[in-house]
């Protein structure tokens, strides 16, 4: 799959998540190989455009993470178009994305992200700010549209006409958050109106989920989301499956981690170290029964050392079931 002129090594793309997909992730994740698009977490457009991304370590970069995309948030075209151009200056990212798909957190209260699915002016305006400096391609990633008049087939055209690249759906509305299941039928009424590369992603929780939607809508690649934060390695598993039918022995989870918490020791000081490493493990915690326990009794210890130390102990002796991956944000 080709997004613009970027070629994709696999149509299966890391889903950006905000204070998880940053460049120690997206390298854990490029270590088995496998995702055809690594995302970075949701920048905010006015923060990028204001200051110098290149010391930024929201806009850091691993060594293998590539293709990369990098996700920006705002509602003002000329900051949004900024942001962009200074990011594209930079030459690490391959892709630039704009989120309309954040319904939480600071993005809801500015009424960024999903909201402006009920401003598709603003959103017009936006697109064609960011075009006249982008010379890299522009991806929309988004939720179902919700309101009279607002359909999803209407944005379908709406997004052909303004020669966005790609389209990624998160197969929910933003009232639903993650309380009710994706709808992948609304996939399958997005890309039969948009020509061009349409990305499905919601609630793909195994290999087989990833294959099965995307024969069941007909979406050129799927997005993963939490299943890649609770296996980093669920893309290379799934080229795997795709090419023999069968799944590889899952990796050592406690020496992963422990790997990983060397990682985020050599790329960000003791405190935010921490705070990156108790955000991962609540997740790759969330594949073993007694998860819970063990994450809180890791996060117990205030140092990165006494915290993945505790982990190994649990997760040695454990072993990684079988997928689907169950995580508790259903
Ligand atoms: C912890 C977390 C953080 C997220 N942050 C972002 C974000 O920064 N930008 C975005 O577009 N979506 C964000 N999302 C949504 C995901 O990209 C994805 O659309 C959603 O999790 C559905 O995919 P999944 O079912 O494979 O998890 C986030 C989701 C989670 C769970």
Known sequence: MNIGTVPLPTPYLMAPMADLTHAAFRDLVAQWGGCGLYYTEMLNARIVASSDPANDPYCA?????????????????????????KLQDLGRFDVFDFNLGCARGVPARHRWGAALLSRPDRVRE?????????????????????????????????????EVDAV??????????????????ALKRFKRIF??????????????????????????GVMIGRAA???????????????????????????????????????FEEREAVRRFRLFAFWICQNY????????????????????????????????PDYPVRPYLM
Not at 198 to 217: C, H, K, Y
Not at 289 to 307: I, K, Q, V, W
């Open 289 to 320: 029964s007694y998860g819970a326990h063990y994450f809180h009794t890791a996060c117990r210890s205030s140092s990165l050392r006494a915290m993945a130390e505790t982990l190994h102990g649990f997760l040695s002796r454990e072993t990684i």
């Open 195 to 220: 020509p061009k590369p349409a990305i499905g992603n919601g609630d793909v929780f195994s290999p087989q989920a990833a294959l099965r939607l995307m024969e069941e809508t007909g979406c050129d």
């Open 168 to 185: 990624v759906l998160h197969a929910r509305s933003a009232r639903d958050l993650f309380k009710r299941p994706a709808r992948w039928e």
């Open 61 to 85: 970069c691993g060594s293998k993470d590539t293709p990369r995309a990098a996700q920006l948030v705002g509602d003002d075209p000329e900051v949004v178009a900024r942001a962009m151009h």
């Open 229 to 267: 934060l609770m296996r980093p390695w669920i893309f290379a598993d799934l080229v795997h499956y795709e090419k023999t039918g069968r799944l590889p022995d899952p990796p050592d989870a406690a020496a992963l981690m422990a790997r990983y918490a060397e990682d985020l020791a050599a790329r």
């Open 126 to 162: 936006i697109l064609t700010e960011a075009r006249k400096v982008l010379q890299s391609p522009l991806v929309v990633k988004m939720r179902i549209p919700e309101g009279n008049g607002n359909s999803l087939e209407r944005w379908a055209e709406r997004l052909s006409e303004w």
